[in-house]
């Protein structure tokens, strides 16, 4: 290091020129860098999509899921295979492990699906197989309402989609609420069976009628000439002019016996933005893309498209990401400015102004290049990034204090500003490079962390990695090179001394005279310190809670209700939300069947999004009073849901229930939803068990059935002219994306459970109905069929009320669990499992941290004690974020102080390794141990409290949840940014602030005690 450092003064111009390089450069990056509010984490999860119209959910579990569950289970990483049958469709979704190879798990499924799609029927779809990719969620969302009709919206919709589409950060737009197109032929059955057209006949006649037919090439010698035949529909008369019936020289076609035209398909849902008819313009960006600057460009372009658009339409911005990321980068920017600045006041007010402006430049020194260097790596600025800078503002300039702390006592010495710099970090180069080297060693095992929180957090050690091996480079090199060329010789003089630091020096010299007291003195303070957290903690949590900026409230109902019956029901809970001034937008959806994710009886979902956090109330008061409004509308269960932050698994309670016989795995369920109820303390309790309800079942007698020539095919197409229709074919419009199917149906009349009795076939005796061999019977209705890794299991969902915690809550229902009936088998999910799994992962990461930072300290003093000595601040600091955690009012949170634990860890030790190897070094020059230890405390005072108070001072306005805009200026308080850090804040200042006292106190009494107990040592092994 000696010959680096010397080289680099020597060479100080271009050091400097690459100095300002670095700045250019880290300055040009901060611009070009991709901004967004959560990291882009990779969601682990593959799903394959199944779909056969019709097919009920038990057979579509025995046709459709298991064939393809034991193609799927020999996948390899798969953590967990979760599996979903419902009338007509089927899902499988695959869980991998975090960190996973997305692209060769994609190509595993899809090699898996094409060997399994031999098992499955014919008739089925072509298996579509899926990833989730978090950074193709919607970033805008657009809504469009207004007095308009269904076509004008949706009509409006696509021709904004086309636009946006077109610009070239956004890769994709999807249409909430629209319906698929559809061309339906209206015809009479009566008429139908005047003429005596089957339906299967129908069916071969339009099918064979819509083919484009390549007839090839005719070479007449004189030249080629291409042949084809146009059969394909292509527009609406094409149907018209379709024959259904040849009797002699008679040909019926479709316009003879049927009213056509273009449609949608039966609506599924509505959808409502503040009461008025919606759709909504759902964007996501491309991987890597700015999200700023790719909303601002759709933003200008609908202003642009806005003079051509209907005056009636409202344009509503229902998710805007890009003021979240906005808000979220200028409030943490401002706390990064603010630390900064506290940082600066600390070292100009203890080491001067000079002084001062060269510590403060290897700051925005580190910073710049951290950010270069998290740039050319491919992240991108988000939450933890920045609250990343924040945490090592304070630690960037721990080594550069040290440097210039010496070289200030130098330059009072009398050494010329070469010699004095140059010394000073030759001299402090290794206490540095070990102290910093003890830093990364903590956080370099979380770099590893498994999980989605894993990956969700693995930016925090990233970026602290990067921005300390810049302050090294700062510290070590650049420092120096100012020095050497910014200051001035002093005339010799004695150090100050303040009087602060007389009452250390007497203060420590009466404790050296008794340290094992002083000893057994802080050990009792911590087993106290232990004994106040135990009784007045306030819990533990998973991760933090953060005031949110939208909601959503779910409206569940039972019953066979028709889509318009759900839709009343979820317009009345609307109205009665009507007027309230904190809810910026009211986006109301109702649907036939809700997702898998939702839950069977959701029936509709209203999401709001909120105004400004400083302009309202708390949202937990928004949602109280909300509650009021709705709470007694019989018959239906509302249930509310503040947005997830950070990594959610969704609900945190989560209860996986097996059994061979699903009768016993049902009851097991009601029999722990009941105790849940009686405990208390869960909220939105939900399963998916089938809901109960009514099927229709058309009972073939197949025997009579064939008499008449009939069979199951003729009578389901008999059917479905009175549901969705028969499908005939499909064909693509000029102005269609998609193919458009072309359904016949019987008029709305007759479409009405009555009307199967009266249904007939022409069969070869005439006009027969089918209640001579179809019996209409009701049955129980099954729902949607839960697999879980291969086996029918039902999940138990619930959330937490204010004031609960986790961990207590699952001790409280143990009994009740521990007493389910025989057969059946229970697992925990969720919220429990990760917890377990991340407090499993950050006690093994300790661990390693402590045996690197152990092998790097005996390697640095040569010496087992001291190196042991060390590490026992690391215990001492617990202690401290215990304090910290009770004095902000934090619960315990897995991640955040578990974290913050192991980062303190490297952190501690600094100032512990620069003090012992002061003592190390007076004991080298003849120093008595006592002499010695009272010396080095004196002399690392003022480093000690610099790099330790800049570090506190640098996370105080997260600690205390202050947001202070030092540009216009403002001042604000528990913004939501400063609310995922508290905790994480509160336990390294706190610790630090602890472990930093005792580093002054109890280090120097220790050291004489360990001198003390080896020279016993020695002189018993002399005397023996």
């Not at 295979?81 to 960190?99: H, K, N, P, R, V």
């Not at 190509?107 to 298996?127: G, Q, S, T, Y």
């Not at 229709?696 to 009578?715: G, K, N, Q, Y």
Request: with cysteine; charged share 20%; glycine share 8%.
């Amino acid at each position: 290091m000696r010959t680096l450092i010397l080289a680099a003064m020597n060479r100080s111009r271009t050091t400097l020129l690459l100095l300002a390089f670095l700045l250019i450069a880290g300055a040009a990056a901060w611009q070009m860098i991709p901004k967004e509010s959560n990291p882009d984490v990779t969601i682990p999860w593959v799903y394959v999509v199944l779909t056969l119209e019709g097919v009920s959910p038990e057979d579509g579990e025995r046709l459709l899921v298991r064939p393809m569950e034991q193609e799927l289970r020999a996948i390899q990483g798969v953590r967990k295979m979760t599996a979903q049958a419902s009338e007509g469709y089927a899902s499988i979704t695959l869980e991998f492990d975090a960190g996973f190879d997305p692209r060769r798990a994609l190509a595993d499924v899809r090699d898996r699906v094409d060997i399994a799609r031999a098992k499955i029927p014919d008739e089925a779809e072509e298996p579509r197989v899926r990833e989730v990719n978090v950074s193709q969620f919607p970033v805008l969302s657009i809504g469009l309402s207004g007095p308009l009709s269904q076509p004008e919206l949706v009509m409006i919709a696509r021709e904004l989609r086309e636009a946006i589409e077109g610009v070239p950060d956004v890769l994709e737009v999807e249409i909430g609420g629209e319906r698929e197109d559809l061309l339906e032929i209206v015809v009479d059955p009566l008429v139908l069976q005047s003429y005596g057209i089957n339906f299967d006949t129908l069916f071969s006649l339009i099918s064979r009628n819509n083919r484009l037919v390549a007839a090839g090439s005719l070479d007449t010698g004189a030249g080629r000439l291409a042949l084809k035949v146009p059969g394909v529909i292509e527009e609406l008369e094409d149907v018209l002019s379709m024959p259904v019936k040849v009797d002699g020289d008679s040909v019926v076609t479709f316009g003879d016996v049927a009213n056509i035209r273009r449609t949608f398909k039966d609506p599924m849902g509505y959808a409502r933005i503040n009461d008025q008819p919606a759709v909504v313009l759902e964007v996501s960006k491309r991987a890597g893309a700015n999200i700023i600057h790719t909303i601002d460009a759709v933003k200008a372009l609908l202003e642009e498209a806005l003079p051509m658009l209907p005056e009636d339409l409202q344009i509503d911005l229902i998710m805007d990401q890009s003021s979240d990321v906005n808000d979220v980068l200028s409030e943490l920017l401002n706390n990064v400015t603010t630390a900064v600045v506290l940082v600066l006041i600390v070292i100009l007010g203890a080491m001067g102004v000079r002084s001062a402006m060269m510590v403060g430049l290897t700051i925005p020194g580190a910073f710049l290049t951290g950010i270069l260097m998290i740039w050319a790596v491919g992240y991108t600025a988000n939450i933890v990034v920045l609250f990343s800078l924040i945490l090592v503002a304070g630690m960037l300039v721990d080594g550069a204090i040290v440097v210039a702390e010496l070289a200030d006592r130098n330059l009072r010495e009398g050494q010329s500003p070469e010699d004095a710099w140059g010394n000073a970090a030759i001299r402090m180069a290794w206490p540095i490079i070990a102290a910093t080297a003890t830093t990364l060693a903590v956080f370099v095992p979380l770099l590893f962390w498994p999980g989605m929180v894993g990956e969700f957090m693995k930016y925090l050690p990233a970026t602290v990695i990067l921005c300390l091996i810049a302050s090294l480079g700062m510290a070590l090199v650049f420092l120096p090179t100012l020095g050497k060329v910014l200051s001035r010789r002093h005339p010799p003089g004695e150090p100050l001394i303040t009087e602060g630091g007389r009452l250390y020096r007497r203060t420590l010299s009466r404790l050296l005279k008794i340290p094992g007291l002083t000893l057994l003195a802080a050990v009792l303070l911590i087993v106290l310190v232990y004994l106040a957290y135990g009784r007045f903690n306030h819990g533990v949590e998973f991760f933090p809670a953060v005031e949110p900026d939208s909601a959503q409230l779910l409206v569940r109902a039972r019953g066979d209700l028709s889509v318009e019956e759900k839709d009343a029901i979820v317009r009345n809970v609307e109205r009665r939300l009507e007027g309230l001034t904190e809810v910026r937008a009211l986006y109301a959806r109702s649907f036939a069947a809700a997702s898998s994710q939702q839950g069977s009886d959701v029936i509709g979902v209203l999401q709001f999004q909120l105004i400004d956090w400083h302009q309202r109330r708390p949202a937990q008061a928004i949602l109280d009073d909300m509650q009021s409004r709705i709470g007694d509308i019989p018959g239906v269960v509302l249930e509310f849901q503040e947005r997830e932050q950070g990594p959610a698994a969704g609900k945190p309670v989560q209860l996986e229930v097996s059994a061979r016989d699903p009768a016993l795995a049902d009851e097991a369920v009601a029999q722990i939803r009941a105790e849940m109820v009686k405990l208390g303390g869960f909220t939105g309790i939900e399963d998916n068990r089938s809901l109960p309800g009514v099927e229709w079942r058309l009972r073939v007698d197949r025997e009579e059935a064939a008499r008449f020539e009939a069979d199951v095919t003729s009578i389901g197409s008999a059917v479905q002219m009175i549901t969705t229709g028969l499908l005939l074919a499909t064909y693509r419009p000029v102005d269609a994306i998609d193919e458009v199917d072309i359904r016949v149906r019987m008029p709305d009349a007759w479409r009405n459970l009555d009307q199967l009795q009266r249904l007939t076939l022409n069969t070869n005796r005439g006009q027969v109905p089918i209640s001579q061999f179809v019996q209409l019977e009701p049955a129980p209705k099954v729902g949607t069929l839960h697999r879980v890794d291969g086996r029918r299991a039902v999940t138990l969902q619930a959330d937490l009320a204010t004031g609960y915690q986790l961990d207590e809550r699952l001790r409280a229902l143990r009994p009740v669990l521990d007493d389910l009936p025989e057969g059946v088998m229970l697992s925990l999910a969720g919220e429990q499992m990760d917890q377990q799994e991340t407090a499993q992962f950050l006690v093994s990461a300790f661990i390693v941290a402590i045996f690197m930072m152990l092998i790097i300290l005996v390697t640095q003093f040569n010496s087992m004690f001291q190196a042991m000595l060390v590490l026992s601040a690391i215990v001492f600091s617990t202690a401290g974020i215990l304090i910290g955690l009770l004095i902000n009012s934090q619960p315990f949170g897995v991640v955040m102080v578990g974290m913050g634990i192991i980062a303190l860890a490297g952190i501690v030790v600094n100032n512990n390794i620069v003090l012992i190897d002061t003592y190390n070094e007076m004991r080298g020059q003849g120093m008595a141990p006592a002499e010695a230890a009272l010396e080095a405390g004196s002399l690392r005072l003022r480093p000690v409290l610099l790099t330790a108070g800049t570090t506190v001072l640098g996370l105080m306005p997260m600690v205390l949840g202050i947001n202070v805009n030092l540009f216009e200026p403002s001042l604000g308080f528990s913004a939501p940014s400063t609310q995922w850090w508290a905790q994480l804040s509160s336990a390294i200042a706190g610790g630090l602030a602890f472990a930093s006292a005792l580093t002054l106190l109890l280090t120097p009494c220790m050291l004489l005690l360990g001198a003390k107990v080896g020279e016993a040592f020695r002189k018993e092994f002399g005397s023996g």
